[in-house]
C-alpha cells in the first residue's frame, strides 16, 4: 500500500455543486495532515490544515478518520475558480505528499 | 506566510552540466526545504537545509549530486550536477515548519536536452 494515496480524477463537476475527495494514508502513526491546491503550472498553496476535530473555512471542509485512516476535503457551491489539483500532505515524521486530485468545475 | 522568489525561473540546459537554483526568503527562517515535481507527479522531498549545518538528504538523493548551501537565514542554493535528462524537473523551494505547513517559491522549470 503506497504511503498517501489519492484518486488523481480528474473530477468534472457543474458549478454550484458539491465535490467530496478523499485521501488514504498507509502510517498510522501520522500526526499532522494538511490540503493543499495547485494550479497549473504553478506551486502548491496552503489551503487547509485538517484537525481531529476537523475543519471548516467557508465552502471547504476538511475531516480525518484516522480508524480508517484517511482525510477528506468537500467542497460546497463549487465556483470555476475552484478547478485545481488538489494535494494531501501528511506528516508521519516526514512530509508526504500526494499525487494530487485533479477538479474541474464546468461552467 | 513568507514570500520566497527563486531564481532562475526556468532554464534549459545539456546533460552533464551543472545547474545552481536560488531561493530567497523575505525573512529569517530556521527550515528550508528543497523539492522535485516530475511531470504528472507530486512533490518529492530531496533535502532540509538548515543554517549553520549539513543539509539532510532523503532516501534517494545524494550530496554529490545535490549539493546544497545555506549561509545565513534567508537564502539557500540547491545544485543540479552532471544533468541527465532524467533530472528535468521543476524544483522548488520551501520554508515551514517540519510538521507538514509549507510555503513554496514559485519553482524552477528546468529542461536538460
Known amino acids: 500500500r503506497k504511503e498517501v494515496e489519492q484518486d488523481p480524477g480528474p473530477f468534472n463537476v457543474p458549478e454550484g455543486a458539491t465535490v467530496a475527495f478523499n485521501c488514504t494514508y498507509s502510517?498510522?502513526?501520522?500526526?499532522?495532515f494538511f490540503w493543499y491546491r495547485q494550479d497549473c503550472r504553478k506551486e502548491p498553496k496552503l489551503l487547509m490544515s485538517v484537525y481531529s476535530s476537523g475543519n471548516e473555512d467557508g465552502r471547504f471542509t476538511a475531516q480525518l478518520n484516522r480508524a480508517s485512516q484517511y482525510i477528506s476535503l468537500l467542497i460546497r457551491d463549487s465556483k470555476l475558480s475552484d478547478s485545481a489539483t488538489y494535494l494531501c500532505?501528511?506528516?508521519?515524521?516526514?512530509?508526504?505528499f500526494g499525487k494530487g486530485t485533479r477538479l474541474h468545475i464546468l461552467p | 506566510s513568507a514570500v520566497i522568489s527563486q531564481k532562475p525561473s526556468r532554464d534549459i540546459c545539456q546533460r552533464g552540466t551543472s545547474l545552481t537554483i536560488q531561493c530567497q526568503v523575505d525573512?529569517?527562517?530556521?527550515?528550508m526545504f528543497w523539492y522535485r515535481q516530475q511531470p504528472g507527479q507530486s512533490l518529492t522531498l530531496i533535502a532540509t537545509a538548515n543554517q549553520g549545518s549539513e543539509a539532510t538528504y532523503e532516501s534517494g538523493f545524494v550530496i554529490d549530486k545535490f549539493p546544497i548551501s545555506r549561509p545565513n537565514l534567508t537564502f539557500s542554493t540547491l545544485t543540479v550536477s552532471n544533468m541527465s535528462p532524467e533530472d528535468s524537473s521543476i524544483y522548488l523551494c520551501?520554508?515551514?515548519?517540519?510538521?507538514?505547513?509549507?510555503?513554496f517559491g514559485p519553482g524552477t522549470r528546468l529542461t536538460v536536452t
Open positions: 500532505v501528511v506528516t508521519p515524521g516526514k512530509i508526504i
Open positions: 502510517n498510522s502513526a501520522s500526526q499532522s
Open positions: 520551501s520554508v515551514g515548519t517540519g510538521e507538514g505547513e509549507q510555503y
Open positions: 525573512s529569517q527562517v530556521t527550515m
